[in-house]
């Protein structure tokens, strides 16, 4: 009897739960104990995206997963992908290359058996390669309207005859009301395959949560698997915007340095920023109205999954001309890049039917939209502060960017070419570099630029968010390790292991 890999299934009792985190700590988890692990979600919904090694998009989540599991993500962890460009409109990524755009009714009424395919190809896929596959779910497994075409949840759980554990946060409240609620509107099936509850954020003293955790135990015949405590200053991204609420949107005075963040509705892989959080001095505010923006000491336009859209926002908000008529340093990614061009245009209506519009003028370019989706892993060379700087990022983006006239380019890449544009002054640069700021010595040139402004000392060495990352990965295990019941966790996975082959050995299909 050959050996079967091991899976184990996250779900959650809503949105931001804690999902994408706890499958970041076993995976993690299941790395250090020697098994070759890959994470896995058959469909997700997010506008922060990853470029694999060999230039496809995926979800930015599965691709922090897979680093932290020490292991290259593939699109087979990720084989659906969906970023919303408009009300009830997405792109849809399969493997990594966009497919087709759809509204939430054709997507759901025309795609189910296709997607069907797609997940059962990679989930075998990833069980021939792996030891073991942490699996995501989305959303809730209890959303009673969806669930006869579901394609992320309780239905993957049975494919890849995984047991799944259901994360309940207790930071929002009423954890075992969503717990209990949860699992009583699962099929008697699908609630038989929940081996158990985590309950997750957790603050304060447990022996007040005792009297709770037996009730649920009792009462639901469930057992409570942990109870994870609330860990604040990990350096793992975000998943999505879902997000985006926590972020401070005030300045904090305490800090020396004000980065203001605009927050466009179609904002995408806002962890550009994330490197920011990091530096000690560093205030960093998400800004969605021009009331709001004041005189920061820094602006950055993230990338977005609708230029043309966005731009229109910015003009509503009243932020266009509170960010075109300043002298504050300025710093446009991907779609935030087009943002700083005279113009932006869309004539196959790869966005939105709009057209185009004008764009803050800050930079002398022009931005054309078209439906070819450049999905790179990059490198280059910036010359700032007339210092060059190595850089390593990635691309994605939908059109081109020209000037008509002289351009101070920004980035001379590997292969030869240009990216970005900066101006004059160096005030004002634009890139299709995401992941500019996490390069170091160029963030903190660039910050110490602003500090200069301010009349601030220069700060000499780096923080270096990369290698603060790998200890996040280490200190996220560890502290998962120690709160939940890891030897009850790894028999339920074997236990299923064991399932699986018998059903795949009375079918006659082959086994690893």
């Known amino acids: 009897m050959c050996k079967q890999p091991l899976s184990l299934m996250i779900q959650g009792t809503h949105s931001d739960a804690g999902k994408s985190v706890i499958t970041t700590a076993f995976c993690r988890i299941f790395a250090q104990d020697g098994l070759q692990t890959a994470p896995f979600k058959s469909q997700n919904m997010a506008l922060n995206s990853y470029i694999t090694i060999d230039g496809k998009e ?23 992908l969906i970023k919303p460009s408009r009300e009830n409109d997405s792109q849809i990524v399969v493997h990594g290359k966009p497919y087709q755009n759809m509204n939430a009714f054709h997507y759901r009424e025309a795609f ?73 509107l699962l099929s008697d099936r699908d609630r038989e395959r929940v081996a158990g509850v985590i309950i997750n954020k957790f603050r304060g003293d447990i022996n007040l949560l005792k009297p709770g955790l037996h009730w649920f135990e009792n009462y639901s015949g469930k057992p409570v698997l ?45 962890t550009d920023i994330d490197p920011f959080f990091a530096e000690p001095d560093c205030s960093v505010r998400f800004v969605t109205h021009g009331d709001q923006l004041e005189h920061p000491d820094l602006i950055v336009l993230p990338g977005s999954k609708n230029t043309i859209e966005d731009l229109l926002f910015l003009q ?3 932020l266009f001309d509170k960010i075109k008529h300043n002298d504050i340093p300025t710093v446009g990614i991907c779609g935030g890049y087009q943002m700083l061009g005279r113009c932006v245009s869309d004539p196959e209506q790869v966005e939105t039917p ?39 990022g990635y691309e994605i983006h939908m059109g081109i960017s020209r000037s008509t006239e002289s351009l101070n380019s920004f980035i001379q890449t590997a292969n030869g070419e240009t990216d970005g544009a900066k101006s004059e002054d160096e005030r ?32 000499k060495d780096p923080v270096r968010f990369n290698a603060m990352r790998e200890e996040s990965f280490d200190l996220l295990a560890e502290h998962v390790r120690e709160h939940v019941d ?24 082959g086994v690893k």
């Open 112 to 184: 189910f058996h296709t997607g069907l395919k797609l997940i059962k190809d990679s989930l075998a896929a990833l069980y021939e390669s792996f030891d073991c596959i942490v699996i995501e779910g989305a959303g809730s497994p209890a959303e009673v309207n969806l669930n006869d075409r579901e394609l992320v949840n309780m239905r993957v759980a049975q494919m890849a005859e995984a047991p799944v554990i259901l994360v309940g946060d207790i930071e929002k409240g009423g954890v075992f009301a969503s717990l209990v609620g949860t699992l009583q």
């Open 58 to 80: 995926i979800g930015r989540a599965q691709g922090v997963q897979a680093e932290a599991a020490g292991v290259e993500a593939t699109t087979d962890m990720n084989p659906i």
């Open 226 to 270: 942990g109870v994870i405590p609330y860990l604040p200053g990990l350096t793992i991204e975000a998943e999505d915007s879902v997000v985006l609420k926590r972020y401070r949107r005030e300045r904090d005075d305490t800090k020396s340095l004000d980065i203001a963040v605009i927050q466009y509705p179609m904002i995408s892989n806002f």
């Open 354 to 392: 709009l057209g185009n519009a004008e764009g803050l003028g800050m930079l002398p370019i022009h931005t054309e939209l078209s439906s070819e989706k450049t999905t790179i892993r990059s490198k280059g060379t910036a010359l700032y502060g007339e210092k060059c700087y190595d850089l390593e």
């Open 316 to 318: 509503r908000s009243g």
């Open 428 to 459: 004002i640069i634009g890139t299709y570099f995401h992941g500019l700021f996490h390069n170091d010595e160029f963030r903190t040139a660039l910050l110490n630029s602003v500090r200069k402004r301010k009349g601030l000392d220069e700060v």
């Open 486 to 509: 890891l030897d009850k966790i790894y028999q339920t996975m074997r236990d299923y292991s064991g399932k699986r082959l018998l059903m795949q050995e009375s079918s006659g299909q």
